[in-house]
T-cell receptor
Framework: KQEVTQIPAALSVPEGENLVLNCSFT??????LQWFRQDPGKGLTSLLL?????REQTSGRLNASLDKSSGRSTLYIAASQPGDSATYLC?????????????FGTGTLLAVQP | EAQVTQNPRYLITVTGKKLTVTCSQN?????MSWYRQDPGLGLRQIYY???????DKGDVPEGYKVSRKEKRNFPLILESPSPNQTSLYFC?????????????FGPGTRLTVL
């Protein structure tokens, strides 16, 4: 059974710092891995989607990497800003699954202090 | 604007009173699904629909019903709500359910069952 874990559960950093959020999964047979941002009252916003054949994806100050062999993905946020404060979720889509079901981690709550 | 909408956003009800949470998407997506989010458990899939008139159970379907009469709508029905269904509910959609595409989420519905 696929399990997705995110460490740390909460993180507080001063503005301007570069930071890394970690996501690990137990079954390397994933189709893709998606990173989301969750803001209170605003649902989930998709940040980056990494297909299993890719090793990383970049969008602005965000860079996500995927290492299937070690069962890990990281989300790198450069030059953090207070507006980056949110909960970050990673989710794995199972390879060969009959549907597009996502297995979610429990998230990392990020607070960027001005 | 491409989006997934849910209504209501907040709902407080009593045990046993039937309710429906609506979900609609304007992206002509085939695949739609419902998740619930609970502290410490993350998001778990309740039901999904591969296309019109095709629905199936996810990981936690007990106490819920769905229907997919039109492509754009996927309502979640609680025939007899109980306090353990107090949760934050998300509707999601993607272009297809057979190929792992990026998923788009609605803003969430916070349900409290007294």
């Amino acid at each position: 059974k696929q399990e997705v874990t995110q460490i740390p559960a909460a993180l507080s950093v001063p503005e301007g710092e570069n930071l890394v959020l970690n996501c690990s999964f137990t079954d390397s047979a994933i189709y893709n891995l998606q990173w989301f941002r969750q803001d209170p009252g605003k649902g989930l916003t998709s940040l980056l989607l990494i297909q299993s054949s890719q090793r990383e994806q970049t969008s602005g100050r965000l860079n996500a990497s995927l290492d299937k062999s070690s069962g890990r993905s990281t989300l790198y946020i450069a030059a953090s800003q207070p507006g980056d404060s949110a909960t970050y979720l990673c989710a794995a889509s199972l390879y060969g699954g009959a549907t597009n079901k996502l297995i979610f981690g429990t998230g990392t709550l990020l607070a960027v202090q001005p | 604007e491409a989006q997934v909408t849910q209504n209501p956003r907040y709902l407080i009800t009593v045990t046993g009173k039937k309710l429906t949470v609506t979900c609609s998407q304007n992206m002509n997506h085939e695949y739609m699904s419902w998740y619930r989010q609970d502290p410490g458990l993350g998001l778990r899939q309740i039901y999904y629909s591969m296309n019109v008139e095709v629905t199936d159970k996810g990981d936690v379907p007990e106490g819920y019903k769905v229907s997919r009469k039109e492509k754009r709508n996927f309502p979640l029905i609680l025939e007899s709500p109980s306090p353990n269904q107090t949760s934050l509910y998300f509707c999601a959609s993607s272009l297809s359910g057979r190929v792992s595409n990026e998923q788009f989420f609605g803003p969430g519905t916070r349900l409290t069952v007294l």
